[in-house]
């Protein structure tokens, strides 16, 4: 345990040093934020709709602000998958396995919350209607934290699968580029999944891509009341659990059937 | 003539070279396609939930989307040495090659790459261009053909331009800045729609500033007979233009810029 601990500390140094670049992240995804509200209050001008606006808001700014969770491919790891560098890895005493999710998960705590923080201020110091709203009561930040935390695990699951589907096939970048669509797409960062037609909801809220965001917004906005919170963080669990094991199996098989690259 | 020329060969050269790995790059035009695909399925369920954007109706947008996709996928497809290479020439110290060699920088890192993968995103244009005249019911004429292909020409001028400020910021600081995306990626997201939806200072920016709205939009709005501005027709053929000003006002200043290129060579 000790040593996946020291992984993740090693790794938020890291990520930490990148002041600059997380800057100019903060700026674009502001950018974003503002157009895409924009949009929304035009199209809710035009036929409003039955879920208040400062919802809509809100969820915009978390996405944005969260966006790093999502997509942050790990370029070094990626590297040495295809140089053969990954021969050292093999050689450390953990579970390769572990080893890649202490490093992602930091990758993504790290470089998502250096982002957040900032953003979510500016979101608060915005007019009714452009900015974000509180959360619907204490107890909804409460378990919207839980769950934020829950869909991290999640996410840093879903990322070592895809890692390892990485590992098979070498040219990574077709595969990659369609997951991370699935993911931009069904976790609502390209439209939210509230506004998706509402027979489609009931099906894409149940699969793994909504437990990352999706499911934290909607508990903080109070979408999700008091009485189902216990019902989706155990969603969100399972999948993080199924994930993990299908995970954990498929490095395994790639670690027998390694073949390294370079000499 | 002799550049063009030039230019052609090495596409027709770069083209026989990606088309060496026939699956990789089927896989990854593929992954466009859907890329691409979702920005367009995303438009599809907005027009679902909402069917109207103020005066512009489903097929308005569609047409919209598509003249946008179809201009930026164009760039990003024949001038992937400019919008995808740049950063990576300078870090690597691969420019200074180019500067040995008795022909302009730009028209050398221009013939250094191509992107065919983007076809399939130019085809999502496609389609969306044709789905929005079908559900619009544009009348076609000689002249809004010819209005048309003055618009993309020039917005793929215009765009090429913006990625340019990325090349500049990248001769000087040798990291690629991130921050220059808002003008790019960002403004093709912000102006997939009319900009006469967004609060005045964004409808600034992109009319005077990143002027999509002149070189794109305006022209669009009168094809399908909705002007944009109440300008009379005439002005749709010189708005254009304005993406052709932003084009040399950029490359003016990529000259300067290269005048301070400090090799990073090792």
Redesign the interface.
């Known amino acids: 345990m000790k040593a996946y601990l020291s992984v993740f500390r090693l790794r938020r140094r890291l990520e930490t040093q990148y002041r600059g ?1 997380a800057l ?2 903060i ?2 995804q502001v ?2 934020g ?2 895409l509200i ?2 929304y209050r ?6 409003p ?1 039955p879920m208040p606006f400062s919802h809509v808001a809100t969820y915009v700014w978390l996405q944005q602000a969260f966006f790093r969770m999502l997509l942050a491919s790990d370029a070094d790891l990626m590297d040495k998958i295809r140089t053969g560098g990954i021969a050292y890895d093999l050689c450390r005493p953990v579970s390769l396995y572990g080893f890649y999710y202490a490093r992602i998960t930091a990758q993504k705590l790290v470089g998502s919350l250096m982002r957040a923080v900032p953003m979510l201020l500016f979101a608060a110091c915005l007019p009714a209607g452009w900015g974000i709203a509180p959360p619907a009561s204490a107890g909804a930040l409460l378990w919207s934290l839980l769950a934020l935390v829950l869909g991290l695990a999640c996410v840093s699951a879903l990322e070592n699968i895809t890692m390892a589907f990485t590992m098979r096939t070498l ?1 990574f ?6 997951l991370n ?1 699935l993911m ?2 069904f976790s609502g960062n ?2 939210p999944l509230t ?3 509402d027979s489609w909801q009931r099906v894409i809220t149940l699969l793994p891509y909504a437990q990352l965001l999706d499911a934290p917004i909607r508990l903080y906005t109070g979408e999700y009341g008091a009485g189902d919170a216990l019902k989706v963080l155990g969603i969100q669990a399972g999948w993080t659990a199924l994930l993990a094991l299908a995970g954990v199996l498929l490095w395994r098989r790639n670690q027998k059937r390694i073949i390294v690259q370079g000499g | 003539m002799d550049t063009i020329r030039l230019y052609i060969r090495s596409m027709g050269m770069l083209l026989k070279s990606q088309l060496q790995y026939p699956v ?1 790059f089927l ?2 035009s ?3 396609l ?2 691409e695909g ?2 367009m ?2 438009l599809i ?2 027009l ?7 005066q512009w109706a489903a097929g308005d947008l569609f047409f919209f989307f598509g003249i946008m996709s179809v201009t930026f996928y164009l760039t990003e497809c024949f001038g992937r040495g400019v919008t995808g290479n740049f950063p990576s020439m300078v870090r690597s110290g691969q420019l200074d090659t180019v500067l040995l060699r008795p022909r302009g920088v730009l028209t050398q890192v221009l013939c250094s790459a191509v992107d065919p993968r983007r076809i399939t995103c130019i085809a999502v244009g496609v389609a969306a261009l044709v789905m929005g005249c079908r559900l619009s019911q544009v009348r076609w004429t000689a002249l809004k053909a010819l209005l048309f292909a003055e618009a993309v020409s020039f917005g793929v001028m215009m765009i090429l331009g913006l990625f340019l400020i990325e090349a500049i910021f990248c001769i000087h600081s040798v990291k690629s ?3 220059v ?2 003008l790019t990626y ?1 403004g093709r ?2 102006c997939e ?1 009319p900009v006469s ?3 005045r200072p ?1 409808r600034v920016l992109f009319t005077a500033f990143v002027p999509f709205a002149l070189v794109l939009q305006l022209p669009a709005s009168f094809i399908l007979e909705k002007p944009l501005f109440d300008w009379p027709f005439w002005t749709a053929f010189l708005t254009p233009l304005s993406g052709a000003a932003v084009f040399f006002v950029i490359y003016l200043f990529f000259q300067r810029a290269m005048r301070y290129y400090r090799s990073t060579g090792s």
């Open positions: 670049a100019g992240g700026l674009c950018f974003f503002l157009v924009a949009l035009a199209l809710y001008a035009g036929k709709q040219d970048r077709g595969v990659q580029a369609m669509m931009m797409t390209i439209l506004l998706f037609p | 990789s896989m990854q593929l992954a466009q859907i890329m979702g920005e399925m995303a369920l907005v679902d939930r909402f069917d109207h954007l103020r800045v991130e921050l995306n808002v960002g997201s912000a729609y939806i967004y609060p964004l």
